[in-house]
């Protein structure tokens, strides 16, 4: 049966981040009453950003058929039969999208053509990981090769692309020392069949549901590694950071700030044994968070955020820029 829930009802869920959880197969694809708005926006996206949001190279083509056959052969029509139903048209068979009365192919012309229909029909953004490199212990290590991704929080994908999970990684503070062994251990042993979660939150201070840059400050003190930035992006190892930060105090202004939260699966597929990284993304008000009575929650876990055990984790996500102004409205 189809379950369409208001996003308002995953609040809670999402404002304390998790570790990974598994969860079943069934609960891969989230749907919720944004899904006709959310449509919208996802094509205006690639129409504006086609570059930023779209990308598949040669080696992840077959991943990209493999997963787009199962969605929409399997998964859509049976998770969602009341919007995604089975048709056969003269040139073969399609999915129709009842919300926006269009016909998807079921055989795409390209995975190109795949990543797109992706995008425009699931709201939700995928991203397509391969071994294409191998560690001195010859443990494999995974890349990302393709993706289609709308709502990036922060991040030029196209940059990323083609890099380890390592690079990709670069600005996370924690990560080369807390995260990346490990991580590279249980990528590659995820085996076929098992789906994990985990949620992830920050705060933005716009409403823009595509970002590829301005949400984080970067530095490269931990890890001593070069770090990916763009022009959007404030550098702690700007000289003028303090002046520039109060400059963007200043601007913050809390009725456009959001929670912004993604609910992120991974699983493998069962044939190219590529690993599928998949991310949805809410965006909440702050007057909303109080409505549901998770002021205070969310402002403990802001003021959390320079106490954890990654304390820079306060400057990757700028809280020092909007904290002040936000923990205040939470706890008015
Ligand atoms: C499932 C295991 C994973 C863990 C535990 C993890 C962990 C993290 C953490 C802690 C952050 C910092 C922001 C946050 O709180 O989420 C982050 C950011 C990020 N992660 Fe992951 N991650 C995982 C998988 C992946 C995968 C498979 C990709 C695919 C490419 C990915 C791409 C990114 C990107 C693009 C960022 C933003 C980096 C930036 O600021 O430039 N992550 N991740």
Redesign the pocket.
């Known amino acids: 049966m189809t379950t369409v829930i208001p996003p308002r009802r995953c609040l809670q869920l999402r404002t304390v981040?998790r570790?990974?959880e598994n969860i079943d197969i069934s609960n891969f694809i989230e749907m919720d009453n944004t899904y006709h708005d959310r449509m919208r926006i996802r094509r205006s996206v690639m129409d504006e950003h086609r570059e930023a949001t779209l990308q598949c190279d040669d080696v992840a083509g077959p991943a990209v058929l493999e997963f787009y056959d199962w969605m929409l052969s399997t998964y859509l029509p049976t998770r969602f039969p009341s919007i995604y139903k089975p048709v056969v048209r003269p040139s073969g068979p399609h999915l129709h999208n009842v919300v926006s009365n269009t016909n998807l192919p079921v055989r795409p012309v390209s995975p190109m053509a795949a990543l797109e229909t992706l995008g425009e029909h699931v709201d939700t953004d995928f991203?397509f990981?391969l071994p294409s490199s191998t560690a001195p212990d010859g443990s494999p290590i995974?890349h990302?090769q393709a993706?289609i991704t709308c709502f990036?929080?922060?991040?030029?994908?196209r940059e990323?692309c083609g890099?380890p999970?390592a690079a990709?990684?670069?600005?996370?503070?924690?990560?080369a020392v807390k995260?990346e062994k490990s991580?590279d251990r249980?990528?590659a042993r995820i085996e076929v069949g098992r789906m994990?979660r985990?949620s992830?939150?920050?705060i933005s201070t716009d409403d823009q549901l595509f970002s590829d840059g301005g949400?984080?400050m970067?530095g490269d003190a931990e890890q001593g590694k070069p770090i990916?930035t763009n022009n959007k992006t404030l550098d702690v190892d700007n000289p003028d950071l303090d002046r520039k930060i109060e400059e963007q105090k200043r601007d913050v202004a809390v009725d456009d700030c959001r929670l912004r939260c993604?609910r992120?699966t991974?699983h493998r597929l069962p044939k190219t044994k590529a690993?599928v990284?998949a991310f949805k993304t809410y965006l909440y008000r702050l007057e909303e968070v109080k409505e549901e009575g998770l002021g205070p929650v969310l402002a403990e876990a802001i003021e959390g955020l320079g106490k954890g055990s990654?304390p820079d984790?306060a400057f990757?996500?700028r809280g020092v820029v909007w904290g002040e102004k936000v923990i205040a409205y939470l706890n008015s």
């Open positions: 981040p570790a990974l991203l990981l995974y990302l993706f990036p929080a922060g991040f030029s994908t990323k890099n999970l990709i990684h670069a600005p996370v503070p924690g990560y995260l991580m249980f990528f994990v985990r992830n939150w920050s949400n984080h970067y990916e993604e992120q991974l690993l990284f990654v984790m990757y996500k």
